[in-house]
């Protein structure tokens, strides 16, 4: 009865309750598992204690007293709060740590016994949860037997031999979980005891009779624990139980004793044979067909480790057994039931896993067309259904497609051995379905399957490919495309292009010949009228593979001549054929002709590998030459430039006349910006590999080139600007053709042509002034013309006649004529969408600049001189303070934020006695730009926004970094103090002390201290400790300073430590001046002299001194002179503003939200208190950070402001009694906000 009654509770249930005294028992029992003080438990009667002691053991002999007290604690907590790692710690703990071992016992026995019933809830949740408390308890607690807590099992959750009801059922589960948790246990699986093993399994067994689901858990906690119970265990104490279960005929058997069975012949083959196991499932000859519909058949799908284990069974089985399940399979098509489109997945999944005969043609025969065919389509089915709401064995079929798609995959990387095995495969898969990708849910599945294949299977691989090229039919478009993709990928193999380089120069001529001549069928060139569907349809695809496999992962600059040279010389013998011409798909123009003898003396006489220059031409050349035979927009005119500049550069004796010509290095860097901006990303890594040879021979006039185009004010692409430039051109033509005219003649012409184009501008001016003037008449007039009457009439209205009512309507009519001509305001200009061609101009200026940052990485890479790195840092900079704020140019600001990290990592390459002024000119432009970037922010009040602030601060961290970059660099090989750049650095520290707004901030400062190669950082320190002036400087600097310091100490320290160094001494000299001062003064805020305590702390007998000095100072209390106390503390609390927005800009968190409600300013003069105020917010404001002015400090000055207010009436109420009326209102007024109090400021 008493087992009954713990059951039902457990399980959420009612206990049976007879009489009063049972109720009042039931609440006693209640309040013990809870209460934390026993000694609040209801007194009983004497005949209910002893029932009481006995209900709370199941060995009657433990009592309430023994048990731990906090327990109850933890177990009101698992019962009220979210499961989380801390309770359950606590509970080990609790129970693993009890010095007192009997108290211990008493409390394991207690929770243990607890947790058991639970398992028989009605709740897999709290099952769950319970099991796992039993696991871990079990795990880590020692001193725990496992015979009694099966004895607490049986005694609670008692079950009949046969099931009835729920509450057996319950029971059963709760058997089965807790069973399973001592199985896991080390102490079971290390030493197992047989009488233990026996307990347990006879546990399992007696539940293979009950129910389908309860046979399914015992199965499975069966199976998996074969795998660790020695072999003799298991014969003496396992095998006697199970064989009166198992040894039947496979028709007596279930798909889960069955299993069993299989996993006990994997497990044990010694104890249970191939021969025996069959011999005990078939009397006569095997049926593996019955084998097979056992699995398959039915509704449910069983769990992975069953068909794991079925799986593991046929592959050891050889070939008839795999022969047998393929026909099986085949028979069985179409398959309808989930159940068993789940079984045949999983099976073959774990077949290809788990084969490990040398002889893999099974596999290959497993996967038969019909296979191949049912698998393709429940992969393409779970792909392109989306749909959430489905039923379970839907959502299961899923998950088991999705891991039979990671077996597959698994399989090519890791089971199979023999490369042909692996591409036949392959080729099943592609021959059902060309597009494979399509249906597989692993992403890029094929080119990882491609990955995993050896060299002479890329090789039939690819050949399969191209076969199928010429084999589809003209409307298979999609499939061409998909070949080629693969076909690239294959060439861009790393070990194809090494060991099979002949063969990969072999394929990339034909792809050349694709993309530059029709082809037939037979891939040979032909008039456009016999071209093939591969050609009409693939030649722009294969002109783009063929010239990004001449880049990809080229060795060097002499590998990619070489590549040119074989190449062209291919494309030269075609083009020497007869009809040649016309077989192009983009005939050469006559100019290309006329400079194709240039590229054919090239090809017979190559550059030496030794002259960079001339083999840097050459690759140029051969390639621009080669891509002008394309649909390319590139100009012949490049060509022709490059070749002439070719021979300025080889020919070095051979001198200019005159100066006429331009630098060969200026017409090359103009042509290399040019290849930049075509379309397609082999120019990119064209570029690169020829300008990192040719850069070393590059001038400084030529990097200026490079940053023109990085002008974020200036369109290198406007139309306006080729626009003067072809005038630019046309002017020097005419100038050539008039050598002979005078220069006097010559100055009247262009002094007639300016005018002349002046009066076309402002006649074209006048124009478009003059039609716009003559629509907005045409329009005025029609509103004027009546219903009815001619137009004529028009413009001779009466306005004396006009009724009230004609009179709306012209007006409404004007209205609309005039409203058709308004001016457009900015936010409809903003609104309007840019046009198709605007915004592939403004794509293709994007990718133009990001390229040339690539030149400007190779300049300062091989060229890291003084003038190289300073213009491209401040190019960079700028360009990134102008991307960081357009969501449009994204790419643009990572790639100009990755140059700069880079670039701060570079040391100048100074001359023996190098000018370090240009550095001190870099960081006055450094910081000019800086404020130049606040100052249009705070005037357009629309960039006042979170995302604008979170840009600003950016911008404002990396200007200091570089400005610590070049302070550092402009001190290498020197003291710091000797150095060019410490005036300018003692200048910006005067000015950022004594004015409310300077160049520089505190974070400028701290970027000093940070940066690791400069050396300045004792001297800086003693130049702000010498600024700790109470008399000059204000308190809000000095709480900066000390913050500096106190939070740089470590670094400050090291610096001071140097031997042979005065800096520390001084530094402790400029301390003992500052307490002086303050010993004397009085000005001190408790701030101040707080951080100034935390730098003396970490001194020696000097600074402890000074400390003790500054601990009197700190208690003593300030005085009140005239309000100085209250401004003192208002000051302090500014200061700690600042010191939060500091931390705020170092993390670059996200600015909080706007304190405070709606404002509530009125009418009326300022106090003084109120002035002041403003001006410390305005001060911050100005110093570039981000201004959050706590509730507290607002409060506090509202506060003082209505005093000093107060006092001020009752001075004034002596004058007249009148006189206080408009003070009072003005006490009255609240404190405006930060911004308005910035926008009166700077009124």
Not at 45 to 52: F, L, R
Not at 291 to 310: K, P, Q, W
Not at 1209 to 1232: F, V, Y
Request: contains cysteine.
């Amino acid at each position: 009865m008493k087992v009954k009654t713990g059951k039902n509770i457990a399980n959420g249930g009612k206990p049976k309750i007879k009489d009063k005294a049972d109720r009042k028992r039931s609440k006693s029992v209640k309040s013990e598992d809870e209460a934390v003080k026993p000694a609040k438990i209801v007194k009983v009667s004497a005949e209910y204690q002893p029932t009481e002691e006995k209900e709370n053991t199941p060995n009657n002999a433990l009592k309430l007293s023994d048990i731990n007290k906090a327990v109850f604690v933890v177990f009101k907590k698992l019962q009220t709060s979210p499961l989380s790692q801390k309770i359950i710690n606590s509970l080990i703990v609790l129970l693993r740590d009890d010095t007192n071992i009997p108290q211990r016992t008493a409390t394991c026995s207690y929770v243990l016994k607890r947790l058991i019933r639970s398992t028989g809830a009605d709740d897999i949740k709290s099952v769950a949860q319970a099991a796992s408390y039993i696991h871990c308890i079990l795990s880590s607690v020692p001193g725990i037997d496992a015979l009694e807590v099966l004895a607490t099992l049986k005694k609670d959750l008692a079950v009949g031999s046969q099931q009835k009801g729920k509450e057996d059922t319950l029971a059963a589960v709760g058997q089965l979980v807790t069973a399973f948790c001592i199985v896991q246990t080390p102490q079971f699986m290390e030493e197992p005891n047989p009488k233990l093993v026996a307990s347990v399994y006879e546990i399992l067994v007696s539940q293979l009779k009950g129910r389908e689901y309860l046979v399914s858990m015992c199965s499975d906690i069966l199976a998996g624990s074969f795998k660790k119970l020695p072999a003799e265990i298991f014969e003496e104490q396992v095998w006697p139980l199970l064989q009166s279960h198992l040894n039947k005929s496979l028709s007596a058997l279930k798909v889960n004793t069955c299993d069993v069975l299989l996993s006990i012949h994997l497990a044990y083959p010694a104890i249970l044979g191939r021969k025996q196991l069959l011999s005990s499932l078939w009397t006569k000859k095997p049926q593996y067909e019955q084998l097979f519909e056992l699995y398959i058949a039915g509704s449910t799908i069983h769990s992975d480790g069953v068909y794991s284990r079925l799986a593991r069974f046929i592959a050891s089985g050889g070939q008839e057994l795999l022969s047998a399940w393929q026909q099986f399979v085949d028979a069985k098509q179409p398959i309808k039931f989930n159940s068993a489109k789940a079984c045949v997945i999983q099976v073959l999944g774990h077949i290809i896993l788990n084969f490990a005969e040398e002889d893999e043609q099974p596999i290959l025969d497993l996967f038969a067309p019909t296979t191949i065919k049912f698998l393709l389509q429940e992969l393409s089915s779970v792909k392109g259904d989306k749909s959430e709401a489905k039923k379970p064995s839907q959502k299961e079929l899923r998950e088991i497609v999705y891991k039979f798609e990671g077996s597959l995959l698994l399989a090519f990387e890791k089971q199979l051995k023999k490369e042909e095995t692996k591409l036949q495969l392959f080729q099943k898969f592609l021959e059902e379905r060309l597009q494979v990708d399509l249906v597989i849910n692993l992403p890029r599945f094929s080119q990882q399957v491609i990955g995993f294949l050896g060299v002479e299977s890329l090789k039939t691989l690819y050949e399969f490919y191209q076969t199928k090229l010429t084999t589809l039919g003209d409307e298979e478009k999609l499939n061409r495309s998909y070949c080629l993709n693969q076909m690239h990928f294959i060439l861009q193999n790393a070990q194809l292009a090494e060991k099979e380089s002949k063969w990969r120069n072999k394929q990339l001529r034909q792809l050349m010949l694709a993309g530059l001549f029709h082809l037939d069928g037979s891939l040979e060139p032909c008039a456009a009228s016999e071209a093939s569907a591969f050609s009409r349809q693939c030649s722009a695809r294969c002109e783009e593979i063929f010239l990004g496999s001449l880049l990809h992962k080229c060795p060097g600059l002499p590998a990619l001549c070489q590549l040119l040279q074989k190449n062209l010389g291919f494309l030269n013998k075609q083009l020497s054929k007869a009809d040649a011409e016309t077989k192009l798909l983009n005939q050469r123009d006559e100019a290309l002709q006329k400079l194709w003898p240039h590229v054919e003396k090239l090809l017979t006489k190559p550059s030496e590998e030794s002259d960079v220059v001339a083999q840097s031409f050459e690759a140029l050349i051969l390639f621009v030459a080669l891509a002008l035979c394309t649909k390319s927009n590139l100009p012949v005119a490049v060509l022709d430039d490059l070749i002439i500049c070719r021979k300025n550069a080889v020919d070095k004796k051979k001198k200019k006349a005159g100066g006429e010509e331009p630098d060969w290095q200026d017409v090359l860097t103009d042509a290399l910006l040019q290849l930049l901006l075509q379309t397609g990303h082999f120019w990119r890594e064209f570029v690169n590999l020829v300008a990192s040879a040719l850069i070393p021979h590059l001038r400084t006039s030529n990097l200026e080139q490079i940053l023109e185009v990085l002008n974020m004010n200036k369109n290198p692409l406007s139309k306006k600007n080729a626009d003067e430039e072809e005038s630019d051109e046309e002017g020097e033509e005419e100038e050539e053709e008039e050598k002979d005219s005078s220069d006097d003649s010559d100055e009247e012409d262009s002094e007639d042509d300016g005018d002349e184009e002046e009066d076309d501008d402002e006649d074209g001016g006048e124009d478009e002034e003059e039609s716009q003037l003559a629509q907005i008449r045409e329009s005025v007039r029609q509103a004027l013309v009546a219903e009815g009457e001619a137009e004529d009439d028009a413009s001779s209205v009466d306005w004396n006649d006009v009724d009230e009512e004609q009179g709306q309507r012209l007006n409404a009519a004007l209205e609309r004529s005039f409203q058709l001509f308004k001016p457009k305001s900015g936010k409809s200009l903003a609104k309007q969408r840019p046009t198709k061609s605007e915004r592939i101009d403004n794509t293709s200026l994007l990718h133009f600049r990001i390229r040339a940052l690539d030149l400007l990485d190779l300049f300062s890479t091989q060229k890291p001189t003084q003038a190289v790195i300073l213009d491209v840092l401040l190019c960079v900079f700028q360009v990134f303070s102008h991307s960081i704020t357009d969501t449009k140019l994204q790419s643009l600001r990572e790639a100009s934020l990755k140059l700069l990290k880079k670039l701060l990592t570079k040391n100048i390459d100074f001359e023996s006695k190098p000018d370090k002024a240009p550095i001190l000119e870099a960081i006055e432009e450094l910081m000019s730009t800086g404020e130049e970037q606040v100052d249009e922010e705070k005037q357009d009040k629309k960039k006042q926004q979170q995302s604008s602030r979170q840009s600003k601060a950016e911008i404002t961290v990396w200007r200091d970094k570089c400005f610590a970059y070049l302070v550092s660099q402009g001190s290498v090989n020197e003291e710091p103090k000797k150095s060019a750049v410490w005036p300018l650095l003692v200048e910006f520290l005067e000015l950022w002390v004594a004015n409310r707004r300077s160049r520089l901030s505190l974070a400028s400062f701290e970027a000093l201290f940070q940066a690791g190669q400069w050396a300045g950082v004792a001297p800086l320190a003693v130049l702000l400790v010498s600024h700790l002036d109470v008399a000059k400087t204000r308190s809000l600097r000095r709480a900066q300073i000390l913050k500096l310091l106190s939070e740089q100490f470590r670094r400050l320290e090291a610096a001071l430590q140097v031997k042979g160094s005065s800096d520390a001494k001084e530094f402790e000299k400029q301390l003992a001046r500052y307490v002086a001062q303050l010993e004397e003064s009085d000005k001190s805020s408790p701030k101040e002299l707080q951080l100034l305590q935390k730098i003396l702390a970490q001194g020696g007998a000097k600074r402890a001194q000074l400390l003790e000095k500054v601990k009197v100072l700190a208690k003593k209390p300030q005085k009140k002179v005239n309000g100085k106390e209250e401004e003192a503390d208002e000051e302090e609390q500014e200061m700690e503003v600042d010191e939060e927005e500091e931390e705020e800009a170092k993390q670059k968190k996200k600015p909080a939200k706007k304190q405070g409600g709606k404002d509530s300013a009125k009418k009326g003069k300022k106090t003084k208190k109120e002035n002041e105020v403003e001006e410390m917010e305005v001060e911050e404001e100005q110093e570039g950070k981000t201004l959050k002015k706590p509730k507290d400090s607002t409060k506090k000055a509202k506060k003082v402001a209505k005093e000093t207010e107060k006092k001020d009436t009752l001075k004034k109420t002596k004058k007249g009694a009148g006189e206080a009326k408009p003070e009072e209102k003005s006490a009255k007024k609240p404190k405006e906000t930060s911004k308005k109090a910035i926008k009166k400021s700077k009124k």
